[in-house]
């Protein structure tokens, strides 16, 4: 008796490639405009017009200035997530468990900064701070409390507060969408079991939520890596790699020193990458 038993037909070829042309724009996107232009500037910082040298990135990891500049943009970066950790998990947990209706309203108060230009942002924190200002006019002015106006703009610490204004969203978002996934009945239950709110807290609810802080400021940090803008108008005397970048390219010209930084700014952005990779690992497993 033969076998009846109906054999599986082969994948025709045009399934096959129909996967492949259809990946074949983003694929051509990502190679033309990020892998190319990364592998250029990659090319430029090694090369000279005598061969290819290293000589930029020794001096960039060697040299106590550049070695500064990079400690005070990792600095500044974990300063900035710090803060944004501290302000946006009770905004989070409000927004999770106590906000209720409110919910949409604080969700757009949230992404409104995110929706305004980041020059028009700067410039709004000008406008406030400034020295004929609104606090200013506010504290001499109205209160009488000063005799003369502070001077409150172009300062590490303004520059500081305009980029956690616009980067709380971030942690906000994240941590709330955590705090979303966790089973109040764990937090009752620790209740029932003799603990205070703290205590449930600080045991059930912060560790199940450790994720979402991670996640959230591996995104604040990187963002505030690479910030520039509001350091520009606002940093009174920070140096930073990206405001360096922007010197080196317009105002010494050493398009090969810029190119160098720029890469060493990109190795810091792909640390915090691998890091919520295993962030992310950690939590699948």
Same mark, same amino acid.
């Given at each position: 008796?033969?076998?009846?038993?109906?054999?599986?037909?082969?994948?025709?070829?045009?399934?096959? $490639?129909?996967?492949? &042309?259809?990946?074949?724009?983003?694929?051509?996107?990502? @190679?033309? &405009?990020?892998?190319?232009?990364?592998?250029?500037?990659? *090319?430029?910082?090694?090369?000279?017009?005598?061969?290819?040298?290293?000589?930029?990135?020794?001096? $960039?990891?060697?040299?106590?200035?550049?070695?500064? =500049?990079?400690?005070?943009?990792?600095?500044?970066?974990?300063?900035?997530?710090?803060?944004?950790?501290?302000?946006?998990?009770?905004?989070?947990? &409000?927004?999770?468990?106590?906000?209720?209706?409110?919910?949409?309203? @604080?969700?757009?108060?949230?992404?409104?900064?995110?929706?305004?230009? !980041?020059?028009?942002?700067?410039?709004?924190?000008?406008?406030?701070?400034?020295?004929?200002?609104?606090?200013?006019?506010?504290?001499?002015?109205?209160?009488?409390?000063?005799?003369?106006?502070?001077?409150?703009?172009?300062?590490?610490?303004?520059? !500081?507060?305009?980029?956690?204004?616009?980067?709380?969203?971030? *942690?906000?978002?994240?941590?709330?969408?955590?705090?979303?996934?966790?089973?109040?009945?764990?937090?009752?239950?620790?209740?029932?079991?003799?603990?205070?709110?703290?205590?449930?807290?600080?045991?059930?609810?912060?560790?199940?939520?450790?994720?979402? =802080?991670?996640t959230g400021a =591996?995104?604040?940090?990187?963002?505030?890596?690479?910030?520039?803008?509001?350091?520009?108008?606002?940093?009174?005397?920070?140096?930073?790699?990206? $405001?360096?970048?922007?010197?080196?390219?317009?105002?010494?010209?050493?398009?090969?020193?810029?190119?160098?930084?720029?890469?060493?700014?990109?190795?810091?952005?792909?640390?915090?990458?691998?890091?919520?990779?295993?962030?992310?690992?950690?939590?699948?497993a």
């Amino acid at each position: 008796m033969s076998d009846m038993t109906p054999q599986p037909t082969p994948p025709r070829p045009r399934r096959l $490639l129909l996967p492949l &042309f259809l990946a074949l724009p983003a694929v051509v996107f990502l @190679i033309v &405009f990020f892998v190319a232009p990364l592998f250029d500037n990659g *090319m430029r910082s090694i090369l000279t017009q005598d061969g290819w040298t290293v000589s930029r990135y020794v001096s $960039l990891l060697t040299d106590r200035f550049y070695l500064g =500049i990079i400690g005070q943009t990792v600095l500044l970066s974990a300063g900035v997530t710090l803060i944004s950790v501290v302000i946006g998990y009770p905004v989070a947990y &409000f927004l999770v468990r106590k906000a209720g209706r409110f919910a949409g309203l @604080i969700i757009f108060l949230l992404i409104a900064p995110l929706l305004t230009s !980041i020059i028009m942002r700067t410039f709004g924190w000008q406008v406030l701070f400034a020295r004929r200002g609104l606090v200013n006019t506010l504290l001499v002015d109205e209160l009488g409390i000063l005799s003369a106006p502070l001077r409150l703009t172009n300062s590490p610490e303004i520059a !500081i507060a305009a980029l956690v204004h616009v980067l709380v969203p971030f *942690m906000v978002l994240s941590i709330a969408t955590v705090l979303q996934g966790i089973d109040t009945r764990l937090e009752e239950s620790a209740k029932i079991l003799g603990a205070n709110r703290l205590r449930t807290f600080w045991e059930v609810t912060l560790p199940l939520s450790l994720d979402g =802080i991670g996640t959230g400021a =591996i995104l604040v940090f990187m963002i505030a890596n690479g910030s520039f803008v509001t350091l520009v108008l606002l940093g009174g005397g920070l140096q930073t790699l990206p $405001l360096m970048i922007y010197q080196q390219f317009n105002t010494t010209r050493d398009f090969g020193m810029a190119s160098a930084m720029s890469m060493i700014l990109l190795v810091i952005a792909v640390a915090c990458l691998f890091a919520q990779l295993r962030l992310v690992r950690r939590k699948g497993a």
